[in-house]
C-alpha cells in the first residue's frame, strides 16, 4: 500500500484542461463522494497557492521534465496568502515512472537563511516532527547549486474523498507566473490525485464526462511563458508535454 504520514505522501495525479461547464458537471458526479478541504471552507473553498520553483542556471528541472526523465525531482517552497502570514512549506516532489513521491516539511522562520546560512538556532527552530522532511529538502538543494527559478500563483478548489483512504480532486484557475503574473493558463486545470489503484469513482467519471487525460506542468508552463524556452513536445500514449 502506497505510504501517506503528515510529511510523506506516494500518490498518482491525471490532469485535465476542462471549461467551466465540465467543473460544474464534475462537482456533481462528486457529490456525496467527496467533501470540500477544511483549509479551504473558511476562505469561500477556494484558497490562493504561492509556489516558488528553485532550479539550478542549466533549468536541470524543467529539462528533466521536458524530456520525460523517468526519476526526477522538482524542489518547490509553498505558501498560502488566502489563510493569512504562516509558515512556508519546504517539498520536494519526486517523480518515478507514474508515481509521485512528495515530502513536505513545515518551517516558521527565515527559511532563505535556512538554505544558504544555516545555523544551530535556525535547526533548533524546525519543529522535531518536521525534521526528516526538511532534512530531506535540504539534501536535494544542496546536491546541485539552486536557486529561485520562478514563482507560479493560482486558485485552487480542493476536495476530499470520504470513502477512499487518499483521494484528492482539485481545481486550479488563473494559473499565473511572475514578472506581472503572466497568465500560463486560461483553462480549469483538474486533478484526479490517488494512491495506487485509481478509484472505480473516478474511472466512472472520466468515462462518463468523457475527460482526456494530458501532461500538464505549472514549472515548465511557467519557464516556457517567462523566457519564451524552446518546447520539446514528446508524443507518448496520447499525452503531450
Known sequence: MAAITPNT?????????????????VR???????????????????????????????????????????????????????????????EVKRRVSESVLKTRGMFRGPWDQLLTHTTPALVDAIEPKQRRAIDNFLCFYHRSAMSASTLVRYEREPYFSQIDEYARVTFDRNVSSQRGLS??????????????????WMRGMVHTLGLQRL???????????LRA???ARIARAGFWR
Open 183 to 200: 497568465r500560463t493558463a486560461s483553462s480549469v486545470l483538474l486533478e484526479l490525485k490517488f494512491t495506487n489503484l485509481v478509484p472505480g
Open 28 to 90: 456533481r458526479y462528486i457529490d456525496g463522494i467527496c467533501t470540500v478541504d477544511p483549509h479551504a471552507e473558511r476562505t469561500g473553498g477556494r484558497y490562493l497557492t504561492d509556489t516558488l520553483y528553485l532550479d539550478t542556471p542549466q533549468l536541470h528541472s524543467y529539462w528533466s521534465t521536458v524530456e520525460d526523465a523517468g526519476d526526477r525531482y522538482k524542489l518547490r517552497i509553498r505558501t498560502y496568502p488566502s489563510l493569512g502570514v504562516g509558515p512556508v512549506f519546504l
Open 229 to 231: 524556452m524552446p518546447t
Open 215 to 225: 501532461a500538464f506542468c505549472k514549472y515548465t508552463r511557467s519557464i516556457e511563458s
Open 9 to 25: 505522501l506516494h500518490r498518482r495525479e491525471y490532469k485535465y484542461l476542462v471549461d467551466e461547464d465540465t467543473v460544474e458537471l
